[in-house]
């Protein structure tokens, strides 16, 4: 596809939130005013995904927005008010749920089915369900993580 100056300007303003080397790293801030999930809904947004080659070669817009599809390493952006209080989490007590419940500035692996998809000042956002959240991740861990297609694991 035709790359167009609006894509340049979006890819621009991704990587000026993150270290230049990945997009939105895990502390770039949540823009405030950010729209509120309802029910039992997470809004995620994407962090350290590749911006730039280990050869030096910056990664276009559309690759860019192809691993938003791929990508599963997220920053919990908004929780909604029923997060893991709805019918798939009966059965649990609200102690067992606490410690798992995602709270704003988790990092979370998340593989979004069908996830909603928006920008919000420059920055992507993705708002998912509840079960579709895989495990939190230690950010002290996260170099160990790569993510890629199947031909490259």
Request: overall charge negative.
């Amino acid at each position: 596809g035709h790359v167009t100056a609006d894509d340049m300007k979006r890819a621009a303003a991704a990587f000026e939130a993150g270290d230049k080397d990945v997009v939105q790293d895990i502390d770039t801030a949540i823009p405030e005013g950010l729209p509120q999930p309802g029910q039992w809904r997470v809004t995620l947004m994407p962090v350290r995904q590749v911006a730039k080659t280990k050869g030096n070669i910056w990664v276009p817009p559309e690759t860019l927005d192809t691993q938003n599809w791929t990508h599963m390493l997220w920053k919990v952006a908004a929780v909604g008010p029923f997060v893991y209080r709805g019918p798939a989490w009966q059965g649990f007590t609200e102690d067992e749920l606490a410690s798992q419940r995602p709270q704003v500035g988790d990092l979370v692996l998340v593989d979004p089915k069908a996830p909603r998809r928006y920008r919000y000042k420059g920055i992507l956002f993705v708002v998912v369900n509840d079960d579709q959240l895989w495990s939190k991740v230690d950010p002290g861990c996260i170099d160990g993580l790569k993510f890629a297609g199947a031909s490259e694991l």
